[in-house]
């Protein structure tokens, strides 16, 4: 698997797709989570509508990014990919932010919400351990 792996990591095209695809599963685990946390934390209000918004917002950002890969190129070449991988890099971090965030590792007010709780309870087995 290590060898599959680093065969991602051979070359700027690789690289690109490999950042790519950790941008679409940080992207997925993010409104997964964030559907989640609205619809079982009695705090917050679930909206299909701000749901889909937020789909469509992801999906409109990964389309963008998408296509600064072909405007990168118009550039002379170290800063086209820099650039690429600057804004990756930068996207992807946000990204594991706002999964952080919605796992409750902001405290809001030093409060635990009840959907930490509920992640504690199945990964760990008891809440307090």
């Known amino acids: ?12 095209n690789t690289k690109i797709i490999y950042i790519l695809a950790l941008i679409l599963g940080a992207n997925i685990l993010d409104f ?7 619809k079982f934390n009695p705090k917050i209000e679930f909206s299909s509508n701000k749901a889909i918004y937020g789909l469509a ?21 170290p ?8 804004m990756y890099t ?6 594991l932010n706002s999964i952080f965030k919605q ?15 509920f992640v504690k309870t199945i990964f760990i ?3 307090g351990k």
């Open 1 to 12: 698997m290590i060898e599959w792996l680093s065969k991602w990591l051979s070359n700027d």
């Open 57 to 77: 917002r992801k999906m409109v950002l990964f389309i963008i990014i998408v296509y600064f890969i072909p405007v990168a190129m118009l550039m002379p070449y």
């Open 32 to 38: 997964v989570i964030g559907w989640i946390n609205a």
């Open 103 to 117: 796992l409750g590792k902001a405290e809001d007010e030093g409060k635990i919400d009840l959907f930490v709780d």
């Open 90 to 95: 930068g996207y992807l971090l946000s990204e």
């Open 79 to 86: 800063m086209g990919i820099s650039a690429l991988y600057v």
């Open 125 to 127: 087995g008891k809440v």
